[in-house]
């Protein structure tokens, strides 16, 4: 199973931009379609974002689409998650992780999961 790391969380203000990484192991990571999932305090884990394992495919919670990038650069076994114009609606931790199929927004349907990385953001 792959296993993945979060990086890129912190303190940012209403309206600036952040970008969050998520590193992968196992030589067969561009085979995964990676996801990006949230959780907010006292709220239920939810879809944000999946980009396929060759990149060509994206998806976009509503919440997010127009704002927010998904990226992934195989060679270097890592996905983005590249967050423009913030708001206090989008503090959360963030998570990634993997999918053998393309498609699933439900997170009860994955099994590999990055530690989470916790974004902030203050008005």
């Known amino acids: 199973q792959a296993e993945l790391v979060e990086s890129g969380g912190g303190l940012v203000q209403a309206g600036g931009s952040l970008r969050l990484s998520c590193a992968a192991s196992?030589?067969?990571?561009?085979?995964?379609?990676m996801g990006w999932f949230r959780q907010a305090p006292g709220k239920e884990r939810v879809f944000v974002a999946l980009?396929?394992?060759?990149?060509?495919?994206?998806t976009y919670a509503d919440s997010v689409r127009g704002r927010f990038t998904i990226s992934r650069d195989n060679a270097m076994n890592t996905a983005y998650l590249q967050m423009n114009s913030l708001n206090v609606a989008d503090t959360a931790v963030y998570y990634c992780a993997a999918h053998r199929y393309w498609g699933r927004t439900n997170p009860d349907e994955y099994a590999s999961w990055g530690q989470g990385t916790q974004v902030t953001v203050s008005s």
């Open positions: 196992g030589r067969t990571f561009n085979s995964y379609t």
């Open positions: 980009i396929s394992g060759s990149g060509g495919l994206t």
